[in-house]
């Protein structure tokens, strides 16, 4: 349970080699390659443009994943309007990702031709749909354009002028035709037809002498009148049934089209598992673009866990005995992958630490320590048993049921685990549900109650961040004393400990009298601590600010206690939860009351869901809380006395499949 020891991996090799030599390092499941440094004669291997090959088949892979997608939900749409017959299969709530072995993951190579051939299907598709759509929007609009002149029985393409006489088909709004009516009046060349139709825009068909066409057709714009250009040897009504015709066509077109998509869908598998393959390729060309070469051989560099060495040596040498490598300890200077390796306790809340920083090789491992603290105040925050119960069932529950493969599913666990702690923390404070447990054995098991006594709860919140908070002063020291800065550890941690250890004896010793005695003792190691601080806490200046280097620092008491009244945030959570399923009781207690007949509860039926959706909306709500507020805890004022992290995560060659996970030997 701690930061794995790693060792560097130096090693010489001919280019025929290289193909083979980086599978078997697949196979391994344990090599990091790095960037060798480039010399006169060897140079980085030039790979870039193999690497843009692979960049898009993955880009055109992940096109065909979005067109599938977006095909299902309009599938799915047409479906439920019975435009088209589909029932989409249905997909398990929990669906375990796939495992495969390495020796089936290489063959996904054979399954190129076939998931390439499906990508240009899927481009095919999305080009021909984007043509209709561009198509349908062209047809519905002439279709638009020619609906208004339904109500007129010639074909459109009768209205032309004559030698001396102008026709004029076009429309006009409806409260303008009497005007254009009354214009035609005043003029005896002057001929309006208007059919009968209805609506806000009426088709008029205009007949006037060419001579006068320019200057009705001035005041003809000034009323709104609108000229057509459409010449159709149908009529309107012949035109808009053809228009309509070849709209359904279209659509029928594009249903079919829908269909055939998701119809691929049935064969997913394979473009995933091909998906898989190209990342994988890529990322043994990212591999060989880190190494440098010579003429005909290659240099690669890469880092493995120490305990791995002997597997290691007998993948290289079973793939060449001419390959020249070199196995040894890390060395100054070198950045050192981070392995962290903890029992199945802690393991989950590993991924809480590493979405604040990777631990560095050389630092001490926070996952044990905070995994602690994690759970006990997650407890706090939520402080219900029965809420817990339902967590920790809940959290078990789906983590089995999805099945997920090492280094996922964590949250579940987290869950879970921080479910057990707030049963043991709910039971202390006698809550389950917010009912009252009064007469009940679980009264015998109650501690206090943070309804009732408030103070309390408070004290204990702030007590837990002191505890913690020494404990990260303590890691601070262990961590100085492991880089051998025994001036650090006295002027940063010893000190410390002793001015906040001896304040909290003399607290206690002044409200309990059994401790009475032990008032001065506390007095005296509290001004030792400041003694020491005063002394050392300059230790890393130099010249007069190493002396007095540490008045200053006293300072940092100041912060120290607001970083422990941040733990108010326990108090604060623990009791809103609270409130909030009193709240949710009693308004069913009075739903029940005022329901209640002749001794008969009807209010039950009313109160149930109620009830049920209140809690498990304060559920939902609070371990939401818990989860965030406890996180912010740990990153500020938990790490912030001694966790520095910036290390970089040890990342296997081959470890980034999206889809299916490759099945090492050791994982199962």
């Keep these: 349970m701690s930061i794995v020891e790693m060792k560097k991996l130096l090693l010489v090799g001919h280019k025929s080699t290289r193909a083979s030599l980086l599978k078997a390092l697949h196979k391994t499941g344990v090599v990091e390659i790095s960037a060798t440094k480039p010399t006169e004669l060897a140079v980085p291997a030039n790979v870039d443009g193999k690497i843009r090959e692979e960049d898009l088949?993955?880009?055109?892979?992940?096109?065909?994943?979005?067109?599938?997608?977006?095909?299902?939900?309009?599938?799915?749409?047409?479906?439920?309007?019975?435009?088209?017959?589909?029932?989409?299969e249905k997909k398990k709530l929990f669906e375990p990702q796939p495992r495969v072995s390495f020796d089936e993951f290489s063959k996904f190579s054979e399954l190129e031709d076939e998931a390439m051939a499906t990508v240009e299907r899927t481009e095919e598709y999305q080009r021909r749909l984007s043509d209709l759509?561009?198509?349908?929007?062209?047809?519905?609009?002439?279709?638009?354009q020619v609906e208004v002149f339904r109500p007129i029985a010639a074909?459109?393409?009768m209205f032309y002028d004559t030698k001396r006489v102008a026709v004029m088909l076009g429309t006009c709004p409806s409260d303008k035709v009497l005007a254009i009516e009354k214009l035609s009046g005043e003029n005896e060349y002057f001929?309006?037809?208007?059919?009968?139709?209805?609506g806000r825009t009426i088709p008029l068909v205009i007949v006037c002498l060419k001579a006068d066409a320019a200057n009705v057709s001035v005041r003809l714009a000034e009323l709104g009148f609108i000229k057509s250009s459409l010449t159709y040897t149908e009529t309107a009504e012949q035109k808009s049934a053809e228009f309509q015709k070849r709209i359904e066509q279209l659509e029928t077109e594009k249903k079919q089209i829908v269909l055939d998509s998701v119809e691929i869908l049935q064969k997913i598998d394979v473009l995933q598992?091909?998906?898989?393959?190209?990342?994988?390729?890529?990322?043994?060309?990212?591999?060989?673009?880190k190494m440098a070469d010579t003429a005909k051989t290659f240099i690669l560099e890469g880092w493995i866990p120490a305990e791995q060495e002997e597997k290691v040596k007998k993948a290289i040498s079973d793939v060449s005995e001419n390959i020249v490598f070199e196995i040894r300890e890390p060395r100054g200077g070198e950045v050192v992958p981070t392995l962290v390796r903890s029992n199945p306790i802690v393991r989950p809340y590993e991924s809480i630490t590493n979405m604040y920083s990777v631990p560095?090789?050389?630092?001490?491992?926070?996952?044990?320590?905070?995994?602690?603290?994690?759970?006990?105040?997650?407890?706090?925050?939520?402080?219900?048993?029965?809420?817990?119960i339902l967590l920790a069932v809940m959290g078990y529950t789906f983590y089995r049921l999805k099945k997920p493969v090492p280094g996922k599913g964590n949250l579940y666990l987290i869950i879970a685990m921080g479910g057990i702690s707030t049963l043991i923390w709910g039971a202390l404070f006698g809550s389950w549900f917010g009912l009252d447990v009064s007469g009940t054995f679980l009264e015998k098991?109650?501690?206090?109650?943070?309804?009732?006594?408030?103070?309390?709860?408070?004290?204990?919140?702030?007590?837990?961040?002191?505890?913690?908070?020494?404990?990260?002063?303590?890691?601070?020291?262990?961590?100085?004393?492991?880089?051998?800065?025994?001036?650090?550890?006295?002027?940063?941690?010893?000190?410390?400990?002793?001015?906040?250890?001896?304040?909290i004896v003399f607290a206690l010793a002044s409200f309990l009298p059994a401790l009475a005695a032990a008032k001065k003792a506390g007095i005296y190691v509290a001004l030792s601590g400041v003694a020491l601080i005063l002394v050392f806490g300059g230790w890393q200046k130099k010249g007069v600010g190493r002396v007095i280097g540490g008045v200053p620092k006293l300072y940092d008491a100041v912060n120290f206690v607001s970083d422990i009244l941040s733990y108010s945030r326990l108090f604060g959570l623990g009791l809103s939860g609270a409130v909030v399923g009193l709240v949710v009781d009693k308004i069913c207690q009075v739903i029940i009351d005022m329901?209640?007949?002749?001794?008969?509860?009807?209010?039950?039926?009313?109160?149930?869901?109620?009830?049920?959706?209140?809690?498990?909306?304060?559920?939902?709500?609070?371990?939401?809380?818990?989860?965030?507020?406890?996180?912010?805890?740990?990153?500020?004022?938990?790490?912030?006395?001694?966790?520095?992290?910036s290390g970089h995560q040890f990342l296997p060659l081959g470890y980034n499949t999206k889809y299916n996970y490759i099945q090492i030997q050791e994982d199962k």
């Design 57 to 88: 088949k993955l880009q055109r892979l992940s096109a065909a994943f979005d067109f599938l997608k977006d095909q299902k939900r309009v599938a799915e749409r047409m479906a439920k309007r019975e435009e088209i017959s589909y029932t989409p």
């Design 360 to 388: 560095a090789y050389d630092d001490l491992d926070p996952n044990p320590s905070m995994a602690f603290f994690y759970f006990l105040m997650f407890g706090i925050m939520m402080g219900d048993a029965a809420y817990g």
């Design 273 to 289: 598992q091909f998906y898989d393959y190209v990342l994988v390729e890529k990322a043994k060309l990212t591999a060989t673009g």
């Design 133 to 144: 759509a561009s198509l349908l929007q062209r047809v519905k609009t002439e279709a638009e």
């Design 155 to 157: 074909p459109m393409a």
């Design 595 to 645: 329901l209640t007949f002749g001794g008969v509860p009807v209010g039950i039926v009313v109160a149930a869901p109620i009830f049920i959706f209140g809690h498990v909306l304060n559920i939902g709500i609070s371990a939401l809380g818990a989860y965030v507020h406890n996180s912010r805890l740990q990153y500020i004022e938990y790490f912030g006395k001694f966790y520095e992290g």
């Design 445 to 503: 098991i109650k501690w206090f109650s943070p309804m009732d006594d408030p103070i309390t709860m408070l004290v204990l919140s702030l007590a837990i961040g002191m505890f913690q908070l020494m404990f990260g002063i303590l890691m601070r020291g262990i961590k100085m004393a492991k880089r051998k800065e025994w001036q650090g550890v006295l002027g940063e941690s010893v000190s410390w400990l002793l001015a906040f250890g001896g304040l």
């Design 191 to 198: 001929f309006v037809y208007k059919p009968e139709a209805v």
